[in-house]
C-alpha cells in the first residue's frame, strides 16, 4: 500500500482517538494536540506524560481497552495498541464509521501513513516512503531539521506578510505575477543570509520592492527601511 496521495489535514476542534497508552501513543497524542484537535486516548494505563497531559486538562483519558462505539463522532483514530487484533478491531469500526485511521508499524490497517514532519513556522515539510522505510524518513527528517533553521520560518512570515498587502492591488496577469515570484526567490540564499542576521525590515523591503511593479499601489503598511 504505497499511501501516493498526500494531504495536510485540518484538526483544530476535531475529535480524534489514540488507543494504546504506551510511548508510542503519547508521541501520537502530543502530535494531534500540536494540531489542536479534541484528543481522546483509551487504554487501561497511561504514561507518565500522558497522566500528565490529562492532569492538565489538555487531553481526555478513558481507563479501560477500547470497545466497539468508541469512534463515534470521531474524524481520526490512531490505533497504538501493542496487540495487533486490538489494531484490527479499531480498523474494522473505522471502516464501518468512515473515521480516517492509521495503525502504528501496521501498513494493513491503515487509511494513511503519519509522514516525518520537519516544522519550521507555518513551513511544514512531510517525508514519507509510503510506509516501507519509516526508518529512513526519520534519517531524512534529522538531515532536514539540521539544514532548515529558523531563517525559513521568517521568511514564510516575511513573504506571507507582503503578499497579502500587494495582492489586492496586483493588475498584471497571473503569468507575471509568477514570474516576478520566481526572479525574487532565485534569491533565495541572499535573503535567507539576511535574515539570518536579522536583518528582516530589509528583506521585506527587497521582497516589497520586487513585487511592486505588479500592482498600481506604491503603499504599503510594513515597516521598509
Known sequence: MPFRYPVALELSGRRCVVTGGGAEAERKARALL?????????????????????????LTHVPRRYERGDLTGAFLVIAADADRAARAEVFAEAEAERVLCNAVDDVEHCHFAVPSIVRRGELLVAISTGGQAPALAKRLRRRLTAELGWEWEALIDVLGEVRAEM?????????????????????????????????????????YNALKPATTSAHFSGSVR
Open 167 to 207: 495582492l489586492p492591488a496586483r493588475t498584471v496577469d497571473l503569468a507575471t505575477w509568477a514570474a516576478r515570484w520566481r526572479a525574487l526567490l532565485e534569491r533565495e540564499e541572499e535573503l535567507l543570509d539576511l535574515l539570518a542576521e536579522g536583518c528582516i525590515d530589509e528583506v521585506r523591503a527587497l521582497v
Open 34 to 58: 500540536e494540531a489542536e484537535a479534541d484528543v481522546v486516548v483509551i487504554a487501561p494505563s497511561v504514561t507518565d506524560g500522558l497522566r500528565d497531559l490529562v492532569r492538565r486538562g489538555e
